[in-house]
């Protein structure tokens, strides 16, 4: 079983940076990718970043230019730098891990981190 702790979440200003952090550990084999996704009440589940092993990355349209993500692959670590941040930021933050083993496709998950922005 895969354990992803997460951190750094909190209540900000409009216009102020929070830094999320996501330590996986357990049963890790080759990981694929990891990455961060956000959920307000009533919507879905959206993909905020994803950094994948070789390095490629991809953001949702809406962070382009605020967000950045980046991983420490020694530490099965994975962070979110947020300036810039907006009231419609605001969301549960999910940590999210995906990893083969034997041709097999796993994903975890966090327990979310809660990103408040409002003044």
């Known amino acids: 079983q895969v354990q992803l702790k997460e951190s750094g979440g909190g209540l900000v200003q409009p216009g102020g940076s929070l830094r999320l952090s996501c330590a996986a550990s357990?049963?890790?084999?080759?990981?694929?990718?990891m990455g961060w996704y956000r959920q307000t009440p009533g919507k879905q589940r959206e993909l905020v970043a994803v950094i994948t092993s070789g390095g490629s990355l991809n953001y949702a349209d809406s962070v382009k230019g605020r967000f950045t993500i980046s991983s420490d692959n020694a530490k099965n670590t994975v962070y979110l730098q947020m300036n810039s941040l907006k009231p419609e930021d605001t969301a549960l933050y999910y940590c999210n891990l995906e990893q083969r083993n034997s041709g097999i496709l796993y994903n975890s998950w966090g327990q979310g981190t809660q990103v408040t922005v409002s003044s």
């Open positions: 357990g049963r890790i084999f080759r990981i694929i990718a």
